[in-house]
């Protein structure tokens, strides 16, 4: 069974950073692409950002609205993924998820974690 | 780089059809064969039931399916049931400054 188990999240001040780790079993990561998606509180999905695998350079690509503040990076030898934020904002309180892409489709999907950013 | 337009609601009876309509630009729907879709049930994680815009995952019912006219995706649901209600986000590879590109989502009401 595949499972994808997101941890880190928690309450955070604005202008503060947070790393989120996904932790994958039942399947090789190093197998696909990776990305995040968030949701807001009461509002639908929104793409973070990918990261590619090792035949395609581990190349990253971001949404506009947090290109700058945020960094993908994986760890294949751990079946893992992170997700770095900085500068984090009110509107980035959310629940993030950890996926899997392959071939321009989101198979797997993790449970999420929660990040909070307030005062 | 802005959602995709999806109805906020859709609703109908057991055993009806309905369709969910996913408009976007030229720049994402429109410009490729990326299309997926994907049912949200409350407190859960989405699931995929569309991609490349006509082709079910396996394990996913044959009441669902997939089509593409211009910049418009549609999800038709057959045959509704009451485990069909749930929401449902489009969700398209862009030419833009974004990779991808969510739809607002859909809310399906089975009456």
């Known amino acids: 069974e595949v499972q994808l188990v997101e941890s880190g999240g928690g309450l955070v001040q604005p202008g503060g950073s947070l790393r989120l780790s996904c932790a994958a079993s039942?399947?090789?990561?190093?197998?696909?692409?990776m990305a995040w998606v968030r949701q807001a509180p009461g509002k639908g999905l929104e793409w973070v950002g990918r990261i590619t695998h090792i035949g395609d350079g581990y190349a990253t690509e971001y949404a506009a609205s947090v290109r700058g503040r945020v960094t993908i990076s994986r760890d294949d030898s751990k079946n893992s993924l992170y997700l770095q934020m900085t500068s984090l904002k009110a509107d980035d309180t959310a629940l993030y998820y950890c996926?899997?892409?392959?071939?321009?489709?989101?198979?797997?999907w993790g449970q999420g974690t929660v990040i909070t950013v307030s005062s | 780089q802005s959602a995709l337009t999806q109805p906020a609601s859709v609703s109908g009876s057991p055993g009806q059809s309905i369709t969910i309509s996913c408009t976007g630009t030229s720049g994402d729907i429109g410009g490729y064969k990326y299309v997926s879709w994907y049912q949200q049930h409350p407190g859960k994680a989405p699931k995929l039931m569309i991609y490349d815009v006509t082709n079910r995952p396996s394990g996913v019912s044959n009441r669902f399916s997939g089509s593409k006219s211009g910049n418009t995706a549609s999800l038709t649901i057959s045959g509704l049931q009451a485990e069909d209600e749930a929401d449902y986000y489009c969700?398209?590879?862009?030419?833009?400054?974004?990779?991808?590109?969510f739809g607002t989502g859909t809310k399906v009401t089975v009456l």
């Open positions: 996926i899997t892409e392959f071939w321009y489709r989101f198979e797997y």
């Open positions: 969700n398209s590879y862009s030419s833009s400054t974004t990779l991808y590109v």
């Open positions: 039942g399947l090789r990561i190093s197998d696909y692409y």
